[in-house]
């Protein structure tokens, strides 16, 4: 595997051996598959002893680094544990980022947990308002984007605007979009519908934003057409969503089988399409694809789902490997950079706006300098 | 059919025989078959000649009684129709209520003009802050009830503490739930999770409300798994979930239809099951569970689907019938008088006890009056 373009060799992913249903084992395991298989560079954080004892199980003892972290986020810890333990295993994978140790995160550790952690430890990016969880939803053709699916809570328009510019750069890096079409999530598909706060990001957006592809307002029902490539809403409605979705897949599937039971002539039948119902329930559960990723910080962090076995801790390290070899952070800082949200660089700009008006007026000699225009 | 239990003959219900996709024929048919078959008492709102014609094809021109409106709220019309139209049919039909010439009103119409019409036509019930629109899902073995679905974007926490009332209202008169449990909506299960608003709304109704039974913080996955009778939301949140759980069916439906085509093996049963896929998909769709039922305000407003076709009118008009024998505008009216909600009786309640405070350390005569504590 090489390194970035600049020609270093790539600086290794830190895997949270300790966080997970199914740590260290599964963990480990899904690990070893990634550098055995897929020649990914690595770092294993957690407590050396039992790392090294599973790395010996799996004959790859001096291939993987580890780093020592004492502690680990207990599965029921919350955002306190983040500074109640500096020294678990997600802290010191965020110091390895923070040196230049590694170049992102993956931990099956809890939401809640490893966000507090991370955002404590590796601070938002300079210019993000507010990270954002995204989750990649399994629609087809092309799948789409869903952010924040639960890193934030209550949001300024200003941060959905970024949310729009931290999912366009994601869907560019991980899923080689290139100009994603970006949906704003709300109620009704008319620009006046919604609460306070998605109408103003409506005018936001509608207004071009350098760089976003704005597609216009998308409902619930939209999220599993793949009508946009990245939909964009507060981490509150987000997380409820998707909860709503993996719940309603959950019930439809349980119906159908309870429905396929109920009918004799159907009894052959769905013994043998058993396997097939399976594989589409998979794919509708939050356990296959993969958790989110948390956007806005200086590190990539992958949260795997917290049941994650050692397939899906695989997926999430390539996955954090090709985030980070595709800069997804510094195409987050330009993307930002580009996006007029802040109200300090609104006011920048309006003053701007106002001296060249004024200057025009009176002297009359020179257009005012072009503000950036939607579209490239 | 009998009157409510004063003995006085029930006032009919109002259809809006205008609104709706399949409107006037659809309504009409629905409407005969309520009067005819369930002998509900119906007065027909709408274009008189438009609907004298349907009634004669059905032979039932004189059993039920037209009110003639000019005007109809056209399908792709917002709420701005409510002031443009004063006398749509929604809003003839609610001047009926207003002037106790019919208990409550059907529609299939936007729910957008809908709601806007009956808000000002009819007016909130006193101490109510905001209506919320309830819709019945359709979980097993007992239905789940979720508001609000969309009537208001934007509330503050005492808003979804009356929510909870309304649905604790509508829970007992609608399903006959004696102790309906209210679950709050909202991300994590934890009393500290979710945004700023659900949090204050956690801390107002754990504090206890007469004759609310809640059960804390439900999840979106907990919609539709029957955990408790009552979900309680804004009607931002509420929408986005009724209609991600709407796509989420209709995806896995298609999948598996799918599924069920791509293996030779399985053609056969799934041409023989697919009556019963149907109903399946039937029931998890909207077209099937009846719209909403808009809560709050000086007389029942039953929203249907605005593809409804007869059968669903029929069932809409029985619940709205059902709704005003059960006295439900009567109910809410007690149960948000019992519910310490708003700031201003917060405020009378925090003066009272302290004036009672004071009177017993001065005096120490005897006990302040009790407030009102949670349960029967």
Redesign the interface.
């Known amino acids: 595997m090489t390194g970035d373009d600049t020609g270093a060799p790539a600086r290794p992913v830190a895997i949270d051996t300790m966080g997970g249903d199914h740590a260290p084992e599964e963990i480990i395991a899904g690990a070893v598959t990634a550098v055995r298989e897929h020649g990914v560079r690595l770092v294993l954080v957690g407590q050396a002893p039992r790392v090294r004892a599973e790395l010996d199980r799996h004959g790859v003892t001096r291939e993987i680094p580890i780093v020592h972290a004492e502690e680990t986020l207990a599965m029921d810890e ?1 955002a306190l544990a983040s500074w109640r333990k500096p020294r678990s295993s997600v802290a010191v994978a965020c110091h390895l980022i923070k040196t230049g140790r590694a170049s992102a995160l993956v931990s099956a550790g809890t939401t ?1 947990g490893v966000v507090a952690t991370s955002r404590l430890r590796l601070k938002a990016q300079q210019g993000v308002l507010r990270p954002a969880i995204a989750v990649t939803l399994p629609t087809r053709p092309r799948p789409t984007v869903l952010l924040d699916s ?1 890193a934030t ?2 949001v300024k328009p200003e941060a959905l605007v970024q949310f729009a510019a931290l999912g366009t750069a994601y869907a560019q890096v991980a899923l080689g979009v290139e100009r994603p079409r970006v949906g704003l ?4 598909a ?1 620009p ?1 519908k ?3 706060v ?1 109408r103003r990001a409506h005018e936001l957006l509608a207004g071009g934003q350098h760089g976003i592809e704005f597609a216009g307002n998308v ?7 793949g009508a946009v490539d990245v939909v964009v ?5 987000g ?15 349980a ?2 089988q309870e ?2 039971r ?2 004799t ?2 009894k ?3 013994l ?2 058993r396997r ?2 399976q594989a ?1 329930r998979d ?2 559960s939050s356990e296959t694809y993969g958790g989110g990723v948390l956007l806005g910080l200086n590190g990539t962090v992958v949260i795997a789902h917290g049941a994650s076995r050692a397939r899906a801790i695989t997926s999430a390290c390539l996955l954090a490997h090709e985030l980070a070899a595709g800069h997804i952070v510094e195409r987050i800082r330009d993307q930002i950079a580009a996006t007029r949200t802040s109200r300090f660089v609104l006011r920048l700009g309006e003053k701007a706006d106002k001296e060249a008006k004024e200057a025009k007026e009176h002297r009359t000699e020179q257009e005012p300098p072009a503000r950036p225009e939607p579209g490239p």
Do not use: P
Request: proline share 0%.
């Open positions: 919350g809640a639960g809570a209550d999530l709300t109620i009704g008319e006046g919604g609460n306070k998605v409902e619930g029902d939209d999220l599993l057409t809403t507060d981490g509150f409605t997380n409820v969503a998707l909860k709503t979705m993996e719940g309603a897949a959950r019930m439809a599937m119906e159908l429905t396929l109920s009918s002539t159907a052959m039948g769905a043998l399409q097939r119902l589409l794919r509708l």
